[in-house]
């Protein structure tokens, strides 16, 4: 299995406050990815990292900021929590985007109450 | 991307081989079939892909038509832990950078 951890696991928090998640590698990929996992919505992009400090916007980015400082970390952060971002949040890794395979971590459980 | 269709569910013996199908019609040139898992509360697993010829791993085989326009996963002996809903997902060359993932088809392995 692929180096990808994911913190926290699972976390509970209120409407309105910030909420940071990470995903950390170990495998040295240039690209890093968050997706969001939503019933009858399957899996849907919210950004994406193609190098240090070099992110971009997938399908879902809004109300959510993502900051990759090092290679091995992707955090992901909801400014302000609403009860529609709860969700199951998916990190993948891959070494390249053209027809690269992308490899996922465990997830993360987010209930915004 | 080309869109995917799968049956909702499938039903396996245990120790018998599970063929998967997927239709991709519209499929172009460049795209790949890729086969990802996601076992229960799981990330997502990759399996296979290919772009024509058939493909082998120690999971699967990948069965794609000559067309391409259909494709076929096969697990050859399925276990009780292969029950998973199986996604079949067309990508595209070049700078490509989101895996779209359909409904997907779940497949159960009884005992």
Request: proline content about 4%; hydrophobic content about 25%; overall charge neutral.
């Amino acid at each position: 299995d692929a180096g990808i951890t994911q913190s926290p696991r699972h976390k509970v928090t209120e409407t309105g406050t910030p909420v940071t998640l990470r995903c950390h590698q170990t495998e040295n990929h240039r690209y890093m990815y968050w997706y969001r996992q939503d019933p009858g919505h399957g899996l849907r992009l919210i950004h994406y990292s193609y190098g240090v400090k070099d992110t971009d916007k997938g399908e879902v980015s809004d109300g959510y900021s993502v900051s990759r400082s090092k290679t091995e970390d992707f955090l992901l952060t909801l400014e302000s929590a609403t009860s529609s971002q709860t969700s199951v949040y998916f990190c993948a890794i891959s070494a390249r985007a053209d027809e690269e395979t992308q490899y996922f971590g465990p997830g993360t459980r987010l209930l915004v109450l | 991307d080309a869109k995917t269709t799968q049956p909702p569910s499938m039903d396996c013996a245990e120790g018998r081989a599970a063929n998967l199908p997927c239709n991709h019609s519209t499929i172009s040139g460049n795209e790949y079939v890729y086969w990802y898992r996601q076992i229960h509360s799981q990330g997502p697993q990759y399996i296979i892909h290919g772009l024509k010829n058939n493909e082998t791993n120690e999971m699967a085989s990948l069965i794609i038509t000559e067309d391409r326009k259909s494709s076929t996963l096969i697990l050859p002996h399925a276990t009780l832990r292969d029950t998973a809903v199986y996604y079949c997902i067309v990508r595209g060359g070049g700078s490509n950078y989101k895996l779209t993932f359909g409904k997907g088809t779940l497949l159960t392995v009884n005992p």
